[in-house]
């Protein structure tokens, strides 16, 4: 079993960045691939990036592409996601997830691929 803490969320403004990390518990973190989504109020939750196993492959939604990086460090079972160029409509709570799919990097944009989950941290952007 994985648990999973984020941390790093905050009220920023646009233009702004934000790392925020997720923690993870447990011998296995480094089989798992990773992802982060998001949800803002009334909309459903949505894929935002993800990592296979190594981290040497990622995925991004378009929305972030070119803005956010994920990454991880699998000697401190940590995953990262840094925010550059934040935008309002960047508000949302951020979850971060894992995947027992270590390397089907295709897969990992769809929420069901995912076992574990984050109680989510809350990012506002500001215009």
């Known amino acids: 079993q994985v648990q999973l803490v984020e941390s790093g969320g905050g009220l920023v403004q646009a233009g702004d960045s934000l790392r925020l990390s997720c923690a993870a518990s447990?011998?296995?973190?480094?089989?798992?691939?990773m992802g982060w989504f998001r949800q803002a109020p009334g909309k459903e939750r949505e894929f935002v990036a993800a990592?296979?196993?190594?981290?040497?492959?990622?995925l991004y939604a378009d929305s972030v592409k070119g803005r956010f990086t994920i990454s991880r460090d699998n000697a401190k079972n940590t995953v990262y996601l840094q925010m550059n160029s934040l935008k309002p409509e960047d508000t949302a709570v951020y979850y971060c997830?894992?995947?027992?799919?270590?390397?089907?990097?295709?897969?990992?944009?769809?929420?069901?691929?995912?076992?574990?989950w984050g109680q989510g941290t809350q990012v506002t952007v500001s215009s």
């Open positions: 997830a894992a995947s027992p799919l270590g390397g089907y990097l295709a897969r990992l944009a769809r929420a069901y691929e995912y076992t574990y």
């Open positions: 447990g011998r296995t973190f480094s089989s798992y691939a």
């Open positions: 990592c296979n196993w190594s981290g040497g492959s990622t």
